[in-house]
């Protein structure tokens, strides 16, 4: 999936990624980053933020929470939701259907994310 991000050489992880979860099923695409500090965590969440906000369809809304340690986008935009959270150097994306939109945010507010 095109997301923004700058790769590594090997085109595999994102710049500063130690470890990657992606999984894709029944329309929910999750991508779960541990990255070596939060500042490339931040890079790597404003980089899909900026992507989403450039991609985005002619009716759309969102939502943006920007702390030091927490930052927060959500967006929908034709019939798709896309939420992107960020805690420390960690990075949670995932994409669905918006109809999941409360499914997705109940699992992440368990989660803490």
Known sequence: ???GMDYKE?????IGAISYFLTYCDGFYVEFFEFDSSA?????HNDVQ???ENNRGRSSSQTRVNFPSYNRF????DG????LSRIENTLVMVVT???NRDAVSAVLWLLSY
Do not use: F, H, I, W
Not at 10 to 14: A, H, N, V
Not at 74 to 77: A, R, S
Not at 80 to 83: C, E, K
């Open 97 to 99: 259907s918006s109809q």
């Open 10 to 14: 090997d085109g595999r992880m994102p």
């Open 74 to 77: 959500t967006q929908t935009t």
């Open 50 to 52: 900026r992507y989403l």
């Open 1 to 3: 999936m095109e997301d």
């Open 40 to 44: 490339n965590a931040r890079k790597a």
């Open 80 to 83: 798709r939701y896309a939420v």
